[in-house]
């Protein structure tokens, strides 16, 4: 699937030039990919599946991730 091997992609390029090699990011960074995309794809799919409690949670592994980027950014 295209779009499935372009975020792992994105996701194995972040982790492995942006924050092993270049360190401009932790690496507690790379740790939020995998749950917060499965808790994405699984409300898409099948959206009784995820509850409030874990839906919270991947909105702040989320929110940090991007607070952090964008802070880097600007």
Known sequence: ?????EHE???ARFAGILV???KL???ELVAAFN???ATR??????PGSVGEKEAGRSLAKAA???????ERLL
Do not use: I, T
């Open 20 to 22: 092993k090699r270049r």
């Open 64 to 70: 940090m991730f991007v607070g952090n980027v964008r």
């Open 1 to 5: 699937d295209r779009d499935r091997w």
């Open 9 to 11: 992609f994105v996701q």
């Open 35 to 37: 749950p917060v995309q």
């Open 25 to 27: 990011y932790r690496s």
């Open 41 to 46: 794809l699984a409300a898409d799919y099948d």
